[in-house]
T-cell receptor, first 116, second 112 residues
Framework: DVKVTQSSRYLVKRTGEKVFLECVQD?????MFWYRQDPGLGLRLIYF???????EKGDIPEGYSVSREKKERFSLILESASTNQTSMYLC???????????????FGQGTRLTVV | SQQGEEDPQALSIQEGENATMNCSYK?????LQWYRQNSGRGLVHLIL?????REKHSGRLRVTLDTSKKSSSLLITASRAADTASYFC????????????FGKGTMLLVSP
């Protein structure tokens, strides 16, 4: 059974803290994504990665960075957390190379982050 | 930038009725996908329709795609209370390394 696992379901952090959100997939997928989801705004892409050590900015990368040292793990980093980063964060992975673009994404259960 | 936009934003129906959700998008696509999200959880893939397909079925789901109008619809037939969830469309552009761009979703409430 395919699995994308996010390290925490709920997280509360203080303003200014450095925050790490971890995501692990067991499907050997090349493509991994971080989205944030806010009411009325849907899912917005923060960063994505095509392969180990590769990263690309999404639509809203400001205030975030990512790390992909191993194929199965994609970490989202909030360098200095702010209250406007309170949100639901969703990690996803997707197979690309063999099937091209016609593949689905698999999502983790989400991390609800509150910055106080 | 938002590629897909779902309509309506919210839909409330009775069990047994059909639910139709629409998605419009702006640029040419390789495929369009529909996802479901139960409250507070991750998204689950429902169905993928390629740009050269016009209709696809999966169980009680029927998806149509009209590339000339840049729109898609998701029909859930004989709805059940367990279908209560948010539904999102996601577009994939014409590139093997393209990302998925999601709309804002339709919240479906099915009452017993």
């Amino acid at each position: 059974d395919v699995k994308v696992t996010q390290s925490s379901r709920y997280l509360v952090k203080r303003t200014g803290e450095k925050v790490f959100l971890e995501c692990v997939q067991d499907m050997d997928h090349e493509n991994m994504f971080w989205y944030r989801q806010d009411p009325g705004l849907g899912l917005r892409l923060i960063y994505f990665s095509y392969d180990v050590k590769m990263k690309e900015k999404g639509d809203i990368p400001e205030g975030y960075s990512v790390s992909r040292e191993k194929k199965e793990r994609f970490s989202l980093i909030l360098e200095s957390a702010s209250t406007n980063q309170t949100s639901m964060y969703l990690c996803a992975s997707r197979q690309i190379r063999a099937q091209g673009a016609n593949t689905e994404a698999f999502f983790g259960q989400g991390t609800r982050l509150t910055v106080v | 930038s938002q590629q897909g936009e779902e309509d309506p934003q919210a839909l409330s129906i009775q069990e047994g009725e059909n639910a139709t959700m629409n998605c419009s998008y702006k640029t040419s696509i390789n495929n369009l996908q529909w996802y479901r999200q139960n409250s507070g959880r991750g998204l689950v893939h429902l169905i993928l329709i390629r740009s050269n397909e016009r209709e696809k079925h999966s169980g009680r789901l029927r998806v149509t795609l009209d590339t000339s109008k840049k729109s898609s619809s998701l029909l859930i037939t004989a709805s059940r209370a367990a279908d209560t969830a948010s539904y999102f469309c996601a577009t994939v552009l014409n590139s093997g390394y393209s990302t998925l761009t999601f709309g804002k979703g339709t919240m479906l409430l099915v009452s017993p």
